[in-house]
């Protein structure tokens, strides 16, 4: 009869001669994991970590929709333009970014804040890609 794992995890091994002092490598696989996730949750939810993150988060939104407006003027031979409405540096306004056909635009430098912290950013009138400045 063939020996399997689901019959070595539930055999008595009471008459073994090893000692029954040490973990099994599952036992110890087990906690690990655990003691893993626990570390995750904590790391992800510690309060000073949270503003930066929000920040990287609306920066990446901001690039995402730039390369959106560029793709959509590139595709379509028209015109594109968006408005960016964000918090910028302490007053909130609205900036029009607007993308020609040939994928370029006006160069535009863009100050960002989420919950205090300020991340200041150019838009390259070449390539139409936003590039981190300063934080």
Known sequence: MPFDLLDML???H???KRSKAGYSIFEVL???S???LVIGIVVASAPGQNRGLRLEQEFSALQAS???ARFSAVSSGNTHSFIVEYLLCGQSAELELRFYPDGTTRAATICLEVAGRQMRAELNPLTGRINRISQ
């Open 10 to 12: 539930f055999l008595d």
């Open 14 to 16: 009471s008459d073994d």
């Open 30 to 32: 087990v906690v690990l």
């Open 34 to 36: 655990i003691l893993t």
């Open 66 to 68: 730039v390369a959106g």
